[in-house]
C-alpha cells in the first residue's frame, strides 16, 4: 500500500484452488482503498496481508419460471 492508501502491488500467497476465483480475488485487492500507515507523524507504505472469502448466493432461474397467464396462451395454440 502506498501513501495516500492506494493498492501498489497485489499477490497471491495461497490459492484458492480456482483460477476464477484467484483472479477475482486479485482483481478485488487491487481496487481497495486503505486509510495510509502512519510512522512519525507521516504516511508510509506498507505491505498489507488479508484474506478474501467468497460466498455464492443461490439464483432463481427466471426461464424456467413460466406464468399461468403464458400457460393459458400456449394451451391456445
Not at 20 to 46: H, Q, R
Request: proline letters at 3%; aromatic letters at 6%; charged letters at 35%.
Amino acid at each position: 500500500m502506498g501513501k495516500k492508501g492506494t493498492v501498489l502491488n497485489v499477490r497471491l500467497d495461497k490459492t484458492s484452488g480456482n483460477k476464477m476465483l484467484d483472479e477475482s480475488a486479485l482483481k478485488a485487492a487491487s481496487k481497495s482503498k486503505f486509510t495510509p500507515a502512519i510512522a512519525n507523524g507521516k504516511p508510509v507504505a506498507v505491505w498489507v496481508t488479508y484474506a478474501v472469502s467468497f460466498a455464492l448466493e443461490e439464483k432463481a432461474d427466471k426461464d424456467k419460471k413460466v406464468s399461468k397467464q403464458d400457460s393459458d396462451k400456449d394451451s391456445d395454440k
